[in-house]
């Protein structure tokens, strides 16, 4: 696609539900990044995805947290026993190789709200 | 831990002016740096990169990059309200992080009218 595309845009759900947001990056690009975004605050690094390399979970806060990508192309993260500090925006982020030079492009992120 | 400093802001300056955003990182290998801009509700967008010591210019803005100091700018000229923003710097750190880009928390921007 012409860009990074998430879904849902926005999400409210209950305290203790399961969530799954979707990330499609741009074609062709075989890294994926997702970041969390909490209100006023800055870009909180998730989970990084490379081709077919076993994905960097560092960022990942905890054991509620899981993300995969199937065939290389769309990402879904999810959040299992949502708790209300989860509320954030998810911005997804792809990009070529991840050689210098290259640089990451945002989708418009999927809000969620957790009440 | 591989870390990205900026001044939170929010930073004032009068429409025409120069704004000047400052970042810092800790790791000395770092070979590419990034300035987004992320209004209010939106996601980062991509402003200017830079991978070489010195000035890199495009429009009105200005990039620069001094890595004996690990220290990286972004000067925006005859700002305009519409830059009201916050500005994030972003790092590519070398070795076992080099996949990851590191954000800073941003900068606050507003140019006022």
């Known amino acids: 696609g012409a860009g990074v595309s998430q879904s849902p845009s926005n999400k409210v759900t209950e305290k203790g539900k399961d969530v799954e947001l979707r990330c499609d990056p741009i074609?062709?690009?075989?890294?994926l990044y997702w970041y969390r975004q909490s209100l006023g605050q800055g870009l909180e690094f998730l989970i990084y995805f490379q081709g077919n390399s076993a994905p960097d979970k560092s960022g990942l806060p905890s054991d509620r947290f899981s993300a995969e990508r199937t065939g290389g192309s769309v990402s879904t993260l999810t959040i299992q026993r949502t708790q209300q500090e989860d509320s954030a925006v998810y911005l997804c982020?792809?990009?070529?190789?991840?050689?210098?030079?290259?640089?990451?492009?945002f989708g418009e992120g999927s809000w969620l709200t957790v009440v | 831990q591989k870390e990205v400093e900026q001044n939170s802001g929010p930073l004032s300056v009068p429409e025409g002016a120069i704004a000047s955003l400052n970042c810092t990182y800790s790791d000395r290998g770092s070979q590419s740096f990034f300035w987004y801009r992320q209004y209010s509700g939106k996601s980062p967008e991509l402003i200017m990169s830079?991978?070489?010591?010195g000035d890199k210019e495009d429009g009105r803005f200005t990039a620069q990059l001094n890595k004996a100091s690990q220290y990286v700018s972004l000067l925006i000229r005859d700002s305009q309200p519409s830059d009201s923003a916050t500005y994030l710097c972003a790092v590519k750190p070398a070795g076992n992080y080099g996949q990851n880009f590191v954000f800073g928390p941003g900068t606050r921007l507003s140019v006022l009218p």
């Open positions: 982020a792809s990009s070529l190789a991840p050689v210098s030079g290259n640089t990451i492009y």
């Open positions: 074609s062709g690009h075989t890294a």
């Open positions: 830079i991978y070489s010591n």
